[in-house]
T-cell receptor, first 119, second 109 residues
Framework: GAVVSQHPSWVICKSGTSVKIECRSL??????MFWYRQFPKQSLMLMAT?????????EQGVEKDKFLINHASLTLSTLTVTSAHPEDSSFYIC???????????????FGSGTRLTVV | KQEVTQIPAALSVPEGENLVLNCSFT??????LQWFRQDPGKGLTSLLL?????REQTSGRLNASLDKSSGRSTLYIAASQPGDSATYLC????????FGEGTQLTVNP
């Protein structure tokens, strides 16, 4: 089945530094990837939709200059948290749409998530 | 705006019980519905995908049904095991996923 690899699984960084998270589709091409943020005991909040070769589409309230998304190839999307602050500490998860055919056939495969702690 | 609701929010059952998790959504114009499992501190694992034209899908001890007209889906877990303990999320797709808040399931040995 479709596999999405996300790295790192956890990272601790100092306040003011930047952190890059990678999301790779291992056995399929993903023209569209999604980045989510999850707070403890809450569901996933969509941050942005990443399209290969074009600018990402950010959800309302998400700072695009803080959360830089690059989708340079059909198998790789990256999320960079710039000038990180403690309030950016969270669990970040990526996903990619997989499958062929019409939209009804598309499922979503998720990465294993990245726990970011900003100290 | 699509809204997805899951009931119950939490469920604790003894091992071996059959159980049902419920999911409802407000807009029936969906491409498909997907059930996921999330273990603490982990990503999401896809359990079942039901296309909008389908009524149900089965995988092992899991069976998911979809009634698009009424905006409901159920996930049936047969003969529950402690390893089934996790948070179960349903999500509906219309080009992007909209998630419910999840049901936290605990199966006690």
């Amino acid at each position: 089945g479709a596999v999405v690899s996300q790295h790192p699984s956890w990272v601790i960084c100092k306040s003011g530094t930047s952190v890059k998270i990678e999301c790779r589709s291992l056995d399929f091409q993903a023209t569209t990837m999604f980045w989510y943020r999850q707070f403890p005991k809450q569901s996933l909040m969509l941050m942005a939709t990443s399209n290969e070769g074009s600018k990402a589409t950010y959800e309302q309230g998400v700072e695009k200059d803080k959360f830089l998304i690059n989708h340079a190839s059909l198998t790789l999307s990256t999320l960079t948290v710039t000038s990180a602050h403690p309030e950016d500490s969270s669990f970040y998860i990526c996903s990619a749409r997989s499958g062929t055919g019409g939209f009804g056939d598309y499922g979503y495969t998720f990465g294993s998530g990245t726990r970011l702690t900003v100290v | 705006k699509q809204e997805v609701t899951q009931i119950p929010a939490a469920l604790s059952v003894p091992e071996g019980e059959n159980l049902v998790l419920n999911c409802s959504f407000t807009d029936s114009a969906i491409y498909n519905l997907q059930w996921f499992r999330q273990d603490p501190g982990k990503g999401l694992t896809s359990l079942l995908l039901i296309q909008s034209s389908q009524r149900e899908q089965t995988s092992g001890r899991l069976n998911a049904s979809l009634d698009k007209s009424s905006g409901r889906s159920t996930l049936y877990i047969a003969a529950s095991q402690p390893g089934d303990s996790a948070t179960y999320l349903c999500a509906v797709s219309l080009g992007r996923l909209t998630f419910g808040e999840g049901t936290q399931l605990t199966v006690n040995p």
